[in-house]
């Protein structure tokens, strides 16, 4: 052999190391928000990493005020920070439009995109582009006590009315036993309290805005949900709630503090959980209530996955949302938590799916409550907007939280209701017209 030619092979065999050692390289930093179903992915991982040795994952998980804020910035300024990203029906249509997403429609024929729920679907699609794949689908619906109930003599109807809501929250409530009648939502944020008090309010009549983008926050439909909320809250719910989210009353619930909890679907495989929920046998559903008026205070919302267009390694991050949201993935959940704790909400086969429904009493429930949310006619009257517990523009992302703001500062006792609603209406005034939707 002659010099040249080890030279050669040295310079081959080196170049291959290289390329090994690039191989390894591909890291993915995905930034996920800190509910229960996006902890347990992670430490399902392993399954992936298996499959792609060559892809290692970095993840940055956060509370879902500060999750939307960081991304928000991050591909508003083309940042670059993320791979793959958490975002929700709010943000996809926006950010893809934008072009600030790498489109979806690519997946593979054994991805089953068709089996996508299809309002969940067309939530992260625009103009038929999907932008964003569901690791969750959700609408909002109560969870109740059932031994309270019955000890109370009480019966929850399938569809409750804010009425009968309003009379069992009274009777359940024991705060000397440290129980309370209901739990609700009162952490400010668009995603948080005003999730909740904009469903409210569609169920009582009231709009953010009318057909001409004036804000409604002074119309007698808004002033008889926040009354009615702080009247439920004050009276019967738990100390401190201006500071509880979904997280906070999750914990509340599974620790036997809530005889009434209206919020995400999601959260019905936590509550009935035996080895998180202390009450995980006596839980019992029903669809978010309304007022008479045609429409239920539930959402629609779905927790996806999706990659910014300034992501450095599309091909492979493409391959990990694929395995996390995969009919693989549902399987694997299954294998190692039960079908009951499987992410809900995302494909037709899971309701057909008799090992599911049999071990997730609340699969029905969950899948009637989305299928009653209607975010292109969100509310009783005509608006010019979609979306149900959000408005689908991008100003309502400051304009939700700010307005949330004040909510949460009436709960906290520092404003009455009257003052809460004149100052919502004064913000989102100033708002839209900063924004030109007004003059």
Known sequence: MTMTTRA??????????????????????????NNGDMVRMQGLTDDFTAQHPDIALEWVTLEENVLRQNVTTDI?????????????TYEVPIWGK??????????????????????IRAGLSVDDNLYAVPFYGESSFIMYRKDLFEAAGLTMPDAPTWDFVKEAAAKLNDA??????ICLRGKAGWGENVAFLTTMANSYGARWFDEN???????????????DYLDLMNNYGPPGASSNG?????????????????????????VTDPN????????????????????????????????????DAPDAAKQFIEWATSKGYTELVAANEGWANVPPGTRTSLYENQEYLSAAPFAQMTIDSINAADPQQPTVDPVPYTGVQFVAIPEFQGLGTSVGQEFSAALAGEKTADEALA???????????????IQ
């Open 98 to 119: 934008q072009g600030w997403l790498v489109p979806l429609n690519d997946l593979p024929a054994e991805y089953d995109v068709n089996d996508i729920l299809p309002p």
């Open 8 to 33: 050669l092979l040295g310079a081959t065999a080196l170049c291959a190391i290289g390329l090994a050692a690039s191989a390894q390289e591909t890291t993915l930093t995905i930034a996920t928000v």
């Open 246 to 270: 979904f997280n906070e009353n999750l914990t509340l619930f599974q620790q036997g503090k809530c005889g009434m909890w209206i919020d995400a679907t999601v959260a019905a495989s936590f």
């Open 76 to 88: 508003a300024t083309n940042g670059g920070q993320y791979d793959v990203i958490t975002i929700g």
């Open 276 to 311: 998180n929920s202390t009450v995980a046998d006596k839980v019992g559903f029903a669809l978010a209530p309304d007022a008479g008026k045609g429409k239920r205070a539930n959402w629609l919302w779905s927790w996806a996955l999706a990659i910014p267009s300034s992501s």
């Open 213 to 227: 983008w004036q804000p409604q926050f002074d119309s007698p439909e808004w002033k008889a949900a926040i009354t």
């Open 423 to 437: 100052s919502a209406q004064e913000i989102a005034t100033q708002e839209m017209t900063s924004a030109g939707y």
């Open 176 to 181: 000397d036993a440290g129980v309370y009648g």
